[in-house]
């Protein structure tokens, strides 16, 4: 297909804010795109890859500006200086290109195809001299690109595409193009069992709802987890669930889903990013104490002191999620311990289907319980509320976070915040945000970014709630540190003016508080008094941080 196609949708996708004229856009598209040309669907999203494939284009603005300048012989500090006024890469490099003054001449017209098989080359370049072959292969494009083709070629490879769509959109326009809107739901769990809209797409084609009913989930394919609504109290719990049903202590971790397929094990995040390298000790374990050909196992797993063998909170080791050099001493210093509870696949069969009850029975039979190393969640099944509230209690006493109420009949519903699982923790007040900017500090913390705005979600925009500084450490050794956010945030920088920048929202950090207030100053009309981060929440995805809805609701309940 070709590629100035798309960018027209593209282009007419990004001038309408209004979800249903979007729709509307994206389903015409989608009726006339042909079945070879099903990756583009990847495209519409700003990536060259499905969901489950974790390889990001990943390009710096830096890397950008530089293939700008050489595709156009423009200097690279005109290009900046341009991108400083306008904040928009893209845009400047369909304003150069355009006035670029003679195209290569063996340059052709670019295809889909071209722009993919280019992008796909990026992730896969690592070590020396990768930089200079990135920008030959970004530059590649650009040379052949018209000026609306550059426009969307940069804001694809820094991931700032704009056009204001998230997969449930395309989800929707499926729906419209193929079959009606009820059909959402059947094609959002296809997408949840199989993370590749362009297989979904595929099947949507054929027109046959039963088509999109064949898609299951993979061993070795990262899944979305199941996710919990909230509750206040155990009664409250009881009357949705009904009685009786599985409680279990909430651990203060992170999501850890295991798959294991003959001797390989993968460990995924529920941000589907692949962890196993990060924790090799896990893997030993899961090798020597689960019973099973292969399976897909649903986990949280907590940190806990090495000398007092006392739980820490998730804080402690949240680094371990990153970190990709000193494993084996971190492993020693930071040990995690893996509580299973759930299966959603087992010898070569998905159970996720199977009600609870017999999943969790399944657990206990696989796992040989190794305590600090890997044993089922912590459970009773029970009908008492006075059982189920000490149960809590003990939960609190052992230091973690509170309890899951569970559904017994429940299937597992990847991608899901059903109903079919509750949590209840004590009040607190906190939050999960992402940084969409920062200002540089001075004094002692010169060359640092000092503060940090923080933004919750509303459909597909970032509301601006509050400025954070507290909570971040002086000294590395101490915690999430000003020197780790500004590394962290440095090539997400979108705009810059003054000591103040914007950038893309992908730290995820929680927050806690004292009180939101109603403020004039910000669009979201609520402010955070006194918030203070308490740690990087890199197992959390952004599309799953607060929503302003939230917020309102915590504004309207502590105003009673
Ligand atoms: P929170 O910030 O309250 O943990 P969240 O937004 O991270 O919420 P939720 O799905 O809303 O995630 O809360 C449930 C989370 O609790 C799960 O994602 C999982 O990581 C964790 N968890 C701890 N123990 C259990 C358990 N026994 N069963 C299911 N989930 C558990």
Same mark, same amino acid.
């Given at each position: ?5 798309? =960018? ?17 856009? @994206? ?13 583009? @669907? ?30 156009? %012989? ?31 001449? &063996?340059? /052709?017209?670019? =295809? ?33 690109? #018209? *000026? ?23 989800? &929707? ?12 739901? #059947? ?26 009913? +064949? ?6 394919? *990262? ?31 992170? !999501? ?13 995040? !529920? ?6 390298? +990060? ?35 998730? +804080? ?12 084996? /001493? ?17 010898? $070569? ?15 206990? !039979? ?17 009908? &008492?509320? /006075?059982?189920? #509230? ?5 939960? @609190? ?17 990847? $991608? ?9 923790? *004590? ?31 509303? %459909? ?5 709630? $509050? ?20 590394? !962290? ?15 893309? *929202? ?7 508080? +004292? ?9 979201? %009309? ?35």
């Amino acid at each position: 297909m070709k590629y100035s196609k798309l =960018t027209q949708t593209y282009e007419a996708l990004s001038k309408t804010s209004k979800r249903l004229k979007k729709i509307a856009i @994206l389903a015409e598209f989608l009726k006339t795109l042909k079945d070879e040309d099903k990756e583009v @669907l990847y495209l519409l999203l700003g990536r060259a890859y499905p969901a489950y494939d974790e390889r990001r284009i990943g390009v710096s603005e830096k890397l950008a500006i530089k293939a700008i300048s050489k595709a156009t %012989g423009i200097e690279t500090e005109k290009v900046m200086q341009e991108w400083k006024t306008t904040g928009d890469l893209g845009g400047v490099a369909e304003k150069l290109i355009s006035k670029r003054k003679q195209k290569s001449l &063996d340059s /052709k017209e670019l =295809t889909t195809q071209k722009v993919l098989e280019n992008l796909r080359k990026l992730p896969e370049m690592e070590g020396k001299g990768s930089i200079s072959k990135k920008l030959n292969i970004i530059v590649e494009l650009l040379s052949s690109a #018209k *000026p609306l083709e550059a426009k969307y070629i940069v804001r694809t490879i820094i991931g700032d595409l704009r056009i204001g769509i998230q997969e449930s959109t395309i989800r &929707d326009a499926l729906a419209e193009a193929f079959f009606e809107k009820s059909a959402s739901s #059947k094609i959002q769990e296809a997408l949840d069992r199989s993370n590749d809209l362009a297989k979904v797409f595929e099947a949507c084609k054929t027109k046959n709802l039963k088509s999109l009913a +064949q898609f299951e989930i993979e061993v070795g394919k *990262p899944i979305k987890v199941m996710l919990a609504q909230k509750v206040s109290t155990i009664e409250e719990g009881f009357k949705a669930l009904g009685k009786p049903c599985a409680i279990e202590y909430k651990y203060d971790g992170f !999501r850890l889903v295991i798959h294991k397929k003959g001797k390989e094990v993968i460990l995924f995040t !529920r941000r589907l990013e692949n962890v196993t390298k +990060q924790f090799p000790e896990v893997v030993e374990n899961v090798l020597k104490y689960v019973k099973g050909d292969s399976f897909i196992l649903d986990s949280e797993a907590i940190g806990y002191d090495k000398k007092t063998k006392k739980y820490t909170p998730f +804080q402690a080791i949240s680094q371990r999620i990153k970190r990709k050099y000193g494993i084996e /001493k971190l492993c020693k210093e930071l040990p995690v311990e893996v509580h299973v509870f759930d299966i959603l696949h087992y010898n $070569g069969k998905s159970v996720v289907n199977e009600p609870f009850k017999k999943r969790t029975a399944m657990l206990k !039979r696989i796992i040989i319980k190794k305590p600090y190393k890997i044993v089922p969640a912590k459970q009773i099944i029970t009908s &008492d509320e /006075k059982k189920a #509230k000490e149960f809590y209690k003990m939960a @609190l006493k052992d230091n973690q976070e509170g309890v899951m109420m569970k559904n017994l009949n429940a299937k597992y519903k990847p $991608g899901k915040r059903v109903g079919y699982m509750l949590k209840i923790k *004590p009040e607190e007040r906190d939050l999960d945000l992402v940084i969409t900017g920062a200002e540089y500090g001075k004094g002692k913390r010169k060359g640092w970014f000092s503060s940090f705005i923080l933004s919750c979600k509303k %459909g597909n925009e970032y509301l601006e709630v $509050g400025k954070v500084g507290t909570g971040i450490k002086e000294k590395k050794e101490e915690g999430l540190s000003f020197e780790e956010l500004t590394e !962290r945030i440095k090539p997400l920088i979108i705009k810059e003016e003054a000591n103040k920048v914007k950038v893309k *929202p992908k730290i995820v950090v929680a927050v806690t508080y +004292q009180e939101i207030q109603k403020s004039p100053n910000y669009k979201s %009309g609520l402010a955070l008094r006194f918030p203070r981060i308490t740690a990087l929440r890199d197992d959390k995805p952004v599309s799953e941080i607060s929503t302003l809805e939230e917020i309102k609701r915590e504004f309207e309940k502590q105003k009673n």
